[in-house]
Structures are given as structure tokens and as C-alpha cells.
């Protein structure tokens, strides 16, 4: 009914679309209106509010970097702080000629003339009302020489910044890393928003795993600048609404390390390219991190100078090189225990089965002999006096009975052959020879074969393997854990600034190794008890007279290969560089171990027992021993300090 | 004395030659006049805008001499042929839509480009015109005010669309072609209850699109709208710096080629979206009041003309053109003062960039074939 009445009326329509283009119209003049009322307001109104803005002063937009988290030692030693420092930056839109002003600042020596073109590149991808860091770190000098013409660089200021400070400089810096200023691979790798205002970031170590922690979040406030771009109070009549946002700090970080151990560690290793590492067993937590020589991380954090830079990587004892992680030496009669353990495993000799040693080792059909190091042999040994006295002899016959492939197996369970998963990046995986791996490594057919001789070297820790101190610190701790086996870290707890909330982190454990009568635990801990305190122990001497008892290992890489009917030298008699790596494993108390550590000194002047151990031996007396212990100690030392045992002649146990 | 007659007489008969030429070919004196004017503001404006690169003006005008061809001929068009080809073009445009979705190239972020090989083409700018004329054809055999079941068609007709282009994504242009339409609608006669019921339902849908249909970055922005200092390094920084621009210009303006906001570059933009803040510094309230009458003449001109179109079809097409034309300036001008969320919405001949300017120009050579013919065959 209602269709048929609704037919088209043109008329109608027309009248009505007449009035809805009224209507339309007078809208139209209303939201134009609408308009032309704000533009009033914006331009008679508040004229000179605006005018003030955009003429004279302007706001500007300035972030607020955060601060960095501070990293401390577990007992909250600072290690890495935040110092107020002056810095030189540069804001384009103030300035007329970026080139005559950045060769004018070179030529009052505050930048180098070479670096002008990477600042330059710097400055191409900042906004021209970013103030953009050019020179960091400026010194008293340096800062008066600028202020003096200051009038001749606007555009140019400097600023007081908190920059990265290590109060002690080197100490630790393989383990903290360093912060340096952000590079093009850095931005792509950060979220830039948050680095506004931010010059430098972690570059290695704990501040770099740990950027995310330390760095934090950037803030903002909004400045009034005039057209010189110096900040000015107010606009006008009218004080103007300025926004602040606070930065948000980044955590602060505990680390394992105990300076205390650190620093001793570190002094007793002074002069030498070496390592040393300590882990508890029961965490997996550092103690102490070592590599020398080391450099000074506040280098970085101001910028190096080319010649500074050229310095430090032209150094032929490579200071930048972190040993700890990175260094892979033959780990020689460190592995004995772990080996000794493979041995148990796989039932190739009892722990009271016992071999003659006369000094050598011979293979049937091989007219060449492996040489012990100890010419005349050791006579009759077992399991736990092979460790001990460290009979070669008796090492080359239970590799000789395993095979590579089982060693290689069985010492995989203790983190031999692939990194540990420290908390920082770098580490090397060492090698740990299989016959697997000999036929990936060679190209050519012949060398790709395994010889039952290659396993009888792999028996002293000697031949194709080799592994990291941190390696052989962590197999050291499983063992001194009876399996008990942890992923090493630095890092112990994060500090939230805000909240001053302290969380720990948990430790990380791994698969323990594989052991079917756990006796076998007993027998590679006894040897290593009695290298230390059995009259045939090859490291009684430097462990003499210890207020606990500890448990070690010596151990000698061989870097030059003495031909076999030559007369092993002394060690005197080769070339520095020539010389074998002094190797120490222990830990302490041999009846519920604390700690345990590697030492390895490269092109030591005296074998492991010899050089290393006393090292180690520091080590552990100063995480186990209070101060006044370890003081009384010195002072009964000193009238009479004992000799580091001579190497007697071919000693290379 | 003599020299003078001859003059003005040749004035007065170069001036009547020229309405008659611009009778014969079907165009609007003075529409067509205001807009050459502000083509020609527009055109000034953008030199400086652009930081004086003759580049672009040259860019710039040879588009305006591009839509003025386009609307010259679109004029010839008659109004039965152009009526006709209405619903063809939408179903055209909306199959080009789906294709972009699927195959369209990513420019600045954005998928909104089609590619046909020879030339690269927008298929939303065809609906800004396509959508509005196919909705006048469906209602134009109808009985108006346009009943329920009507309404419900042209719903969807401009919904469809509208989505598809909102999530290219491109929230301006969707706003401009969902406004065609509706303003089609509107012009037909819906009745005011419906109005107000739309209003009404306007809210729980907002609701809707903010939770599942905008994207984060058009949220931003009318998060940004509502406090513009809630992100003075990003999106606020346009509204703040167009503001300080504008309100800096005063009445007289700092001088053409002196804005220091838009010359120094803190003006983002400063050659598209918010070149009517350059504007505003260098020529102050008066340069910018003048602009804005400039298109109140033309959008007045028309509706006018709209109104005295002599079939359905051409007065409910018509006007739809005319008050898109008016939201573009309105979205526009709003958005650069700070009524409005930053939307990207051109200004209608004076922001720099081609497809828009050629598509309006069209918009208006077909206002002008079907408000004109019909007073030609009455004559």
C-alpha cells in the first residue's frame, strides 16, 4: 500500500534538494566559520605567544638520556660508574658552515683533522636541532681552551654529561667490557628512540650482554631556546607549559667476581701473558676472571685517538685478547683426571690395576717411543699415583686402549669441545679431536686419516686438542661437584635504581657426566689430592703448609715439539716465544670445595707445578683465608720464602 | 579619448568572447574563473612552500594544466552517457580495490598503488568520484526520500569501499570517499530521524574500528589529537609546529618567502598536508581568510549550480561533489589549525602531489557537463 502511494513527485524533489543545499550551505559557512574563529584565536589572540615561538625563542625538544646502571662486584664494589664529564656538540641549524667550524676546532687541536669526515657523516643522519656529540671527554684543558673562543664557533657547545668511568681502570675489564660510542652496526642492533641523547653503549664483556639491563629508557624536556639556541626561562609575559618526562635508569648489575680475588689473582699474574679463572662449583658463579696484559677501559669510553688505538692492537702481547674465553691451549696433564674417569667408564682398568712405568711407551709395529717426562719412569702405578705423580705412561696406554672416539665422548659430558655458555659473547669451543672431526678438518685424503698415535697424544692432553681456560675451569668444578655442573656466569643479581628491588638470578645447571659407580669420582679427586699433599705429588711444593687442603692438577703444553731422540732442553735454553704453557687446575677444600681454578701462563718461565700453582695457590688462599689469616701467613713467609721448586732437568709433567 | 573606446571595446568584446567559448564548451564561467584562481594561488604558495625549487612548481602546474583537460573534456561528456557509466566505473573500481589488495605495490608503507603496466594508479582516487555518481544512479529512478531498503544498499555500496580503503591503509581518502556518498544521501532527502539514528549508532562503531580496524599508527594520531604533547618527538610535533606557524604569522603574515617556521624547515610537510600553515605565517589571517572565501566562492558556485540542475541524477551527483570538495577543505584546514586529527587529507589545490588535484579537477569538469547541457538543450 505505502509503494504505490510513493511514485515520483520531480517537483517535490527538486524542493527538496533545494533545501538541503540550504542547509548544506549554512553548514558549510558554520565549519568555516568554525575555522576562521581558530584562526583568530591561534593568530590575533595568541599572536604574540606564537610569534615569541617561532621568532625569538622556540621549543625545543631535548631528550634526557638515562643513566647507566652501575656494575659492582658481589660484595658491591663499583666497577663501572657514571662520572660527570664535558663534552663538545654540535647543533646544525645554528650553524652557518659546518666545514670551516669543524677545521676550526681541529685547528685548536680539540679534533683530529682525519676524523672531520666520520663526524661529518655522523651529523648527515641527526636532525638540525639535535645537538650531536663531536669530541667526548674534553679535559680541564681542553674545556678552557674552547671556553676562550667560544664566540667563533656558535653552534658549537660544551656540555657536562655523565660518561662511563672504571675506577679501576683495568682490573677485570676481559669480564666488564667496555662502552664506546655508537656505531652504524650498533644502530641497527639498538632501538634508536631509546638512545636519543645516549653517546655510548656496551661494545664488549657484561656491558655488552647486558645492554638491555644497563641502558634504560631516555626521557625528554622541553626547552625555550632563543635564536642563538641558548635555553632562555620564559616567552614573553607568558611562562610556557614545559613538559618534562623523567628518563628511566637502567639496573644496576652485581657481578660474581670478589675484587679481593680479582686484584690478587690479577697481581700475581702481573708481567705475564697468562689466564685465570675461578668458578664455585656449587653456582657456576666467577670468582675471578683474569687475562693479561689488559688495557683501560676509560680509553673507550672517552674515544681513542688513532696512535692510542694502533697501540693497543699492535701490541704483540695483545692486551685487547681475551684470554680467558678465547685463549685454546693444549690443556697437556690438566685432562689426566677427566681421562682417568673416560678410563673408569668404559672399564678399560680398574683404579687399582697397575701399570710399569720404564719411561717410555711403546706401540706394537712403531719403532718410535711416546717418552714420559720423568726419563727413568715411575715404577708401578695405579690409577690415583698416575695422577699424582702425572705418569704419562700409564695415560698413553688407557688412550691407546679407549680410541678417540670414546675420549671424545666422554669428555664432551664435561664441556670439553663446545662453549660453556658464559653470560658474555666471544667464546671460543676449543677442540676436542674425534675421528669424526679429523676427516672434516683436512682436505686431503691421507691426513684425514686417524693413526693410533694421534690418540696416544690426546691421552696427555697434547696433539690436536686444546681448550679455553674457562674450559678447563669448568670441568674442574664439575669434578670438584662430583658432576654437579653449572653454566659459568658473572652476573649474580640485577639491581632495579627505582625500586632499589634486588633480584638473583638463578643459576643455570647442566647434565652431569655419566659415571656408572660413582667411586670413580673418588679416584680422579684422591689423585688430584695427592699431587698436592702425597710425598710423590708433583705440586707439594707450592702447596705446602695450606690451612685446608687442596686438590690440583699441573699441567704443561708443550709449544715446541722436542724430536724424539733429541735430549728434552731446559727450558731456559729456547726462545720466549718457544717456551711451553705453565697449566694449573685445583680446587679447594679437597673435602668440600669452595672454589675451583685454572691457571695458564703462556711461555711460562717454569713448568705448571712449578709457576702455576703457586698462582692457583694465591687464588684460593685469598677466597678461603680472612685477611688477617692470609696476612699471618706472608709474614711467616717472607724471612724465609720458599724457592719455587726448580724444574729438575725434562720435567714437563 | 578615441583610443580609449577602441580599447574598451575590444576589452568588452575579448571578454564576451571568451564567456561565449566558455559556453559552447559547457563551463561554468565564474566557477571555472575561481578556480584558475586558486589553482594560481596555490601555485605561489607551493614556490615557497617547496623552499622556492622550481622543480616542483613546474611539477605542479603542468598537473593543473592536466586537470584542466581533464575537466574540459569531461564537460564535453553528456549527461545521459556519464550517468550511465556510473555503476560500470564503480564495479571497475571495486575489483581494482580488491586486486590492490592482493597485488598491490607498497609505496611509503602503504599499499594503495596498482600497477597496470603502462601507468601506476590509485584505484581509491576513481572511487572518490566513482562512489558518490553511482550512488546518485541508484537513487535517481527512486523515489525520494529514499526508503529503508534503498538506504541499506547504499550503505553497503559506500561501506564496502570505505573499508577496503581504510585498510590499504589510507584513513584520508576513505573519509573523503565515505563522505561522497553519504553526503549523496544526505542530499536526497534522508530523513533527519535517520540522521540522528546514524549519529546514535556512530558511537558503538568507533567502539568497533578503534579495537579491531584501526591500525596503530591512525590510533596515534587521534591519540596524538588529544594531546598533542603526549608525543612532541613524533606525530605531536606536526600539530605543535603547524600551530606555532600559523599563530606566528599574525594578521599581516611575516612576508611571502619569510616564514621562518616553513623556511627553516621546522614545518614538517610543509609542501603537502600542511602547506596551508605556510600560508598562514607568511600571509597572516588575511592571506588565509581570502583562500578560504576563495573556496567558500567555489563550493557556493556549486551547490548553486547543483541546485538548478534540472534531473535527479545531476542535482544529487553534483552537490555530492561540490560538499566532498568542502570536507576535503574543511578536514584539511581543521586538521592543520588543530580542530581535527591529523588525517592525510590534501588541500585542494595548493598541497603539492598529482593524482588528488587531476581527480578533483575531473570531479568538477563532470559538475560542470551535468549542470550545464541541461540549461544549453533548454536555450
Redesign the interface.
Known sequence: MARSV?????HA??Q???Q??IV??VL??I??G???S???W???V??D???D???GN??R?E?IPPNRGLILDRNGLPLATNAPSYQLELTK?QVDDIDATLNGIAEIGLIEKDDIPTIKRDLRGRR?FDAVPIKLQLSEVEVARFAARRHQFPGVEIRPRLTRYYPLAESSVHAIGYVGAISEDDKKRLNMDDY?GTTLTGKNGVEYAYEDQLHGRAG?Q?LLVNAQGRSVERIGNEAANL?RKEPVAGNDLFLTIDMRVQQAAEEALRGQRASAVAIDPANGDIIAFVSTPAFDPNLFARGLTRPEYLALTEDPNRPMYDRVIRGVYPPGSTVKPMMAMAALEYGVVTPAESVFCRGAYRMPGVSRPWRDWKAGGHGHVDMRKAIATSCDVYFYDIANQMGVDRIHDYLAQFGMGAITGIDIPGEKIGLLPSTAWKKKAFRRKEAQMWFPGDTISIGIGQGYMNATPLQLAHATATIAGRGQRFKPRLVRAVRNVTTGKVTELKPSPLPSPHVDDPAAWDVAIGGMYDVANAPYGTARGATANALYKIAGKSGTAQVFTVAANEKMRKPGELAEHLRDHALFIAFAPADAPRIAVAVVVENAPAGGSGFAAPIARRILDTYLLTPEQLAEQDAKRKPAPPPPPAPRPGETE | MSLDAIDSSRTQRTLTGTAQLLLALHLDGPLFIALCMVGAVGSIVLFSASGSSLDMLEAQLMRFALGLIAMIMLAQVPPRIIRNTAPVAYVIGLIMLLLVMFTGDIAMGAQRWLDLGFVRFQPSELMKLAVPLACAWFLH?????P?LTSLLVLALGIGIPTLLIAEQPDLGTSLLVAAGGG?VV????LQFRYILSVIGLLVPVAVVAWHFLLHDYQKQRVLTFLDP?SD??GSG?HI?QS?????????FGKGYLNG??AQ???LPERSTDFIFAVV??EW??IG??TV?LL??FV??RA??L??TAHD?FS??AS?SLA?TF?VY??VN??MV???LPVVGVPLPFVSYGGTAMVTLMAGFGILMSLCAKRKLVSR
Open positions: 510513493r511514485i515520483k513527485d520531480h524533489e527538486s527538496l534538494f533545494e538541503r543545499a548544506a550551505a558549510m559557512v565549519a568555516m568554525l575555522v576562521i581558530r584562526l583568530v591561534l593568530q590575533v595568541k599572536y605567544y606564537f610569534a615561538l617561532s621568532q622556540r621549543i625538544i631528550p641549524e638540525s636519543a625528554f622541553q613538559e | 529512478e527512486r523515489p525520494l526520500p526508503s553526503m544526505l542530499m536526497a532527502g604533547q612532541p618527538l610535533y605543535i600551530q606555532i606557524a600559523i599563530g606566528s604569522g599574525g594578521v621562518s617556521q627553516l624547515e621546522f598562514g605565517e597572516g589571517l588565509l581568510v578560504i573556496f567558500m563550493i557556493g551547490l548553486y547543483s541546485a535527479t542535482r544529487l552537490g560538499l568542502c577543505v574543511f584546514t581543521g589549525t588543530g580542530l
